[in-house]
């Protein structure tokens, strides 16, 4: 049963029983959520016919924007594009525009007059034929007759003009378009971009098509008054973009064939009209490969927008939210509407992916794929409305490849051995890392110090596959801990293995995890195998804080973990889902001697955490101004 809507203490804000009752606006623009920024550099940049750069990561609503764009662009006379034969150079066919719908009847026309021309040539060359056989017949001479209509045929045929030849092509057809066209070219090669020329085998001996039949529109030629969209364009070959930045400059291009050993390749056409929005899109990193002129003609001549990938908690960005989920149950068409309870927990997920408390993800892409499964469970059981049960159930159906892959690493690593979930060993901490951008996996960490084989120094060698970063965190290690414990490692080789990192390990989340390693393998201490570390550790031995910290601590649950130690500052954001709460202490620490106090056990553990609080209150303090308390 639909409810009505209720108007509540906001006034940006209303009451709803389910997702039935919340309206979905009809413009696109109106349908993109938490962009607001965007959106208003997108109805400038219409407005003003200005191109537009869309960085951001994936499935924050970069081609919503695009689409959006060309519903917004001013009314223009849109134009149908013909492609003429021309009779002093037919390798140079003729271009002609003309207003919409109009093009498609001149095609009508020159064929309908081609057809009337033929049937008249036609019917004169039967006559002639007719006459001699009935004159040969009436000489009775038969077979001389049957000669000559034959030769008489074969010459009236190749005398005759070629009227088919006449006929134009239509180009680009904008018949009964009411708004400016959007083109998707993401991905497009040169030809299809571009335009092109088919490569006709036939070219001799009056076989071959003529030029401006084979002569193909491209995606530019088709966007014409309206807008061209390319995703991660920084893809796209360098020589495709100086050609894509001609025909944005000249605002004309003509069309040749792309392959040099094709027949096309000898036909280049007039100019063909190709004055476009565009409207290009990618990751930061899509920047590397993109032509430095076209970014410059863009920025110049448009707008570079960076997309937000999570908004503020607050009652009205959660109203847009719950607009969200209304108008993924109206675009999908076969999926029940959701029930309040179902959006609250929608909602709980969309802070869980945000990584914030105080936050909302605007990865909705991906945020879509949950309301999409919880309403196929739903429609499965035949429900009126998706409930919150439904999308508890969802979460497990929706799991991304990375989520599915930490879950077996976890069950392959349990089943092995790689790491214990209890007790106490030297030298082995149970580590955490993400995959993907929010999949928690556990990351055994061993270390070993063994005699230095450089009369010089000792070493610190670590293995796993490592990133930079990764790199730079366990060198700094060393400088940590003699400082804050008071022991020379020059005298060491430290071992560091990360077990089983065969996905690589980057980032310094695990600085923590190292430390604690090598300092429980050069002093014997065993490190109590119940708790999971993650953290980044500054020169000065604090814990700073890292991403992903709740999916860390739920594959750590998972793994059967009973205690995970945090950076303080991460304490915000953890959101862990109710069925891991009963199952796993969380313990926020700020420095290395509050990782070291929970995460050591057993004899010498007392004596090092006092020995490092001492070498702490020994360092002088003050010399350096905090950055954050710093007022100048």
Same mark, same amino acid.
């Given at each position: 049963?639909?409810?009505?809507?209720?108007?509540?203490?906001?006034?940006?804000?209303?009451?709803?029983?389910?997702?039935?009752?919340?309206?979905?606006?009809?413009?696109?623009?109106?349908?993109?959520?938490?962009?607001?920024?965007?959106?208003?550099?997108?109805?400038?940049?219409?407005?003003?016919?200005?191109?537009?750069?869309?960085?951001?990561?994936?499935?924050?609503?970069?081609?919503?924007?695009?689409?959006?764009?060309?519903?917004?662009?001013?009314?223009?006379?849109l134009?149908?594009?013909?492609?003429?034969?021309?009779?002093?150079?037919?390798?140079?066919?003729?271009?002609?525009?003309?207003?919409?719908?109009?093009?498609?009847?001149?095609?009508?026309?020159?064929?309908?007059k081609?057809?009337g021309?033929e049937?008249?040539?036609?019917?004169?060359?039967?006559?002639?034929?007719?006459?001699?056989?009935?004159?040969?017949?009436?000489?009775?001479?038969?077979?001389?007759?049957?000669?000559?209509?034959?030769?008489?045929?074969?010459?009236?045929?190749?005398?005759?003009?070629?009227?088919?030849?006449?006929?134009?092509?239509?180009?680009?057809?904008?018949?009964?378009?009411?708004?400016?066209?959007?083109?998707?070219?993401?991905?497009?090669?040169?030809?299809?971009?571009?335009?092109?020329?088919?490569?006709?085998?036939?070219? +001799?001996?009056?076989?071959?098509?003529?030029?401006?039949?084979?002569?193909?529109?491209?995606?530019?030629?088709?966007s014409?008054?309206?807008?061209?969209?390319?995703?991660?364009?920084g893809?796209?070959?360098?020589?495709?973009?100086?050609?894509?930045?001609?025909?944005?400059?000249?605002?004309?291009?003509?069309?040749?064939?792309?392959?040099?050993?094709? +027949?096309?390749?000898?036909?280049?056409?007039?100019?063909?009209?190709?004055?476009?929005?565009?409207?290009? +899109?990618?990751?930061?990193?899509?920047?590397?490969?993109?032509?430095?002129?076209?970014?410059?003609?863009?920025?110049?001549?448009?707008?570079?927008v960076?997309?937000?990938?999570?908004?503020?908690?607050?009652?009205?960005?959660?109203?847009?939210?719950?607009?969200?989920?209304?108008?993924?149950?109206?675009?999908?068409?076969?999926?029940?509407?959701?029930?309040?309870?179902?959006?609250?927990?929608?909602?709980?997920?969309?802070?869980?992916?945000?990584?914030?408390?105080?936050?909302l993800?605007?990865?909705?892409?991906?945020?879509?794929?949950?309301?999409?499964a919880?309403?196929?469970?739903?429609?499965?059981?035949?429900?009126?409305?998706?409930?919150?049960?439904?999308?508890?159930?969802?979460?497990?159906?929706?799991?991304?490849?990375?989520?599915?892959?930490?879950?077996?690493?976890?069950?392959?690593?349990k089943?092995?051995?790689?790491?214990?979930?209890?007790?106490?060993?030297?030298?082995?901490?149970?580590?955490?890392?993400?995959?993907?951008?929010?999949?928690?996996?556990?990351?055994?960490i061993?270390?070993?110090?063994?005699?230095?084989?450089?009369?010089?120094?000792?070493?610190?060698?670590?293995?796993?596959?490592l990133?930079?970063?990764?790199?730079?965190?366990?060198?700094?290690?060393?400088?940590?801990?003699?400082?804050?414990?008071?022991?020379?490692?020059?005298?060491?080789?430290?071992?560091?293995?990360?077990?089983?990192?065969?996905?690589?390990?980057?980032?310094?989340?695990?600085?923590?995890?190292?430390?604690?390693?090598?300092?429980?393998?050069?002093?014997?201490?065993?490190?109590?195998?119940?708790?999971?570390?993650?953290?980044?550790?500054?020169?000065?031995?604090?814990?700073?804080?890292?991403?992903g910290?709740?999916?860390?601590?739920?594959?750590?649950?998972?793994a059967?973990?009973?205690?995970?130690?945090?950076?303080?500052?991460?304490?915000?954001?953890?959101?862990?889902e109710s069925?891991?709460?009963?199952?796993?202490?969380?313990?926020?620490?700020?420095?290395?001697?509050?990782?070291?106090?929970?995460?050591?056990?057993?004899k010498?553990?007392?004596?090092?955490?006092?020995?490092?609080?001492?070498?702490s209150?020994?360092?002088?303090?003050?010399?350096?101004?905090?950055?954050?308390?710093?007022?100048?």
């Amino acid at each position: 049963m639909k409810t009505t809507i209720k108007a509540s203490n906001s006034e940006d804000s209303v009451a709803y029983e389910t997702s039935e009752d919340i309206e979905v606006p009809d413009r696109l623009v109106d349908q993109i959520i938490g962009q607001e920024e965007a959106v208003e550099t997108i109805k400038k940049a219409a407005r003003q016919r200005r191109n537009v750069l869309l960085i951001g990561e994936p499935g924050v609503g970069k081609s919503m924007l695009a689409q959006s764009m060309a519903e917004l662009l001013p009314p223009e006379e849109l134009q149908d594009i013909l492609v003429y034969p021309n009779l002093e150079d037919s390798n140079n066919p003729l271009i002609g525009a003309l207003p919409a719908g109009e093009g498609k009847q001149i095609v009508m026309n020159h064929k309908a007059k081609s057809k009337g021309q033929e049937e008249k040539k036609n019917m004169f060359m039967i006559l002639i034929i007719g006459l001699i056989l009935v004159i040969g017949f009436m000489l009775q001479q038969y077979f001389v007759a049957i000669i000559a209509a034959g030769i008489v045929f074969l010459a009236l045929n190749q005398m005759r003009p070629k009227t088919t030849v006449m006929v134009p092509k239509l180009l680009v057809n904008n018949e009964n378009k009411k708004i400016a066209p959007f083109i998707d070219a993401t991905g497009a090669h040169a030809g299809a971009l571009l335009g092109d020329v088919r490569h006709d085998p036939y070219q +001799s001996g009056g076989l071959g098509t003529p030029a401006h039949e084979r002569v193909e529109s491209g995606m530019i030629h088709r966007s014409h008054n309206g807008v061209l969209y390319i995703d991660e364009i920084g893809t796209m070959k360098m020589r495709t973009q100086q050609e894509l930045l001609t025909a944005m400059q000249e605002g004309m291009y003509s069309i040749t064939g792309q392959s040099e050993t094709s +027949s096309g390749a000898m036909v280049r056409s007039q100019a063909v009209p190709c004055d476009f929005v565009l409207v290009a +899109s990618g990751n930061i990193q899509v920047l590397e490969g993109m032509h430095i002129a076209l970014r410059s003609r863009i920025r110049g001549y448009g707008y570079e927008v960076y997309m937000k990938d999570s908004m503020q908690d607050t009652p009205e960005n959660r109203q847009k939210l719950a607009q969200f989920v209304a108008q993924e149950v109206k675009k999908d068409g076969r999926i029940p509407h959701f029930s309040k309870e179902a959006m609250d927990e929608i909602m709980l997920e969309a802070q869980r992916r945000a990584g914030k408390k105080d936050s909302l993800t605007l990865k909705l892409r991906d945020l879509g794929g949950l309301v999409r499964a919880a309403g196929d469970i739903a429609k499965g059981e035949a429900a009126d409305y998706v409930t919150m049960d439904h999308v508890v159930k969802s979460k497990k159906l929706a799991r991304t490849l990375e989520q599915q892959i930490a879950d077996r690493y976890i069950v392959q690593k349990k089943k092995y051995r790689v790491f214990q979930s209890e007790g106490g060993q030297i030298g082995s901490v149970n580590g955490l890392a993400i995959i993907g951008d929010r999949s928690g996996i556990l990351l055994p960490i061993a270390a070993e110090a063994a005699p230095a084989q450089s009369k010089q120094e000792g070493r610190i060698i670590a293995t796993g596959k490592l990133g930079e970063i990764a790199k730079e965190a366990v060198q700094n290690v060393s400088a940590l801990i003699k400082k804050h414990t008071g022991t020379d490692i020059s005298n060491y080789d430290i071992h560091i293995q990360f077990l089983q990192a065969y996905e690589g390990v980057e980032g310094d989340s695990a600085s923590v995890s190292v430390a604690t390693a090598v300092v429980s393998a050069l002093e014997e201490i065993p490190v109590d195998q119940s708790v999971a570390l993650t953290g980044s550790l500054s020169i000065r031995g604090y814990v700073l804080p890292v991403g992903g910290v709740t999916g860390k601590i739920e594959a750590a649950a998972e793994a059967g973990i009973k205690k995970v130690l945090i950076p303080k500052s991460n304490m915000q954001d953890v959101m862990i889902e109710s069925r891991y709460k009963d199952k796993i202490e969380i313990i926020p620490v700020e420095t290395l001697s509050d990782v070291l106090k929970h995460a050591l056990i057993g004899k010498g553990k007392k004596g090092l955490v006092d020995q490092m609080q001492k070498i702490s209150e020994m360092v002088p303090r003050g010399i350096i101004p905090n950055p954050s308390t710093n007022k100048s």
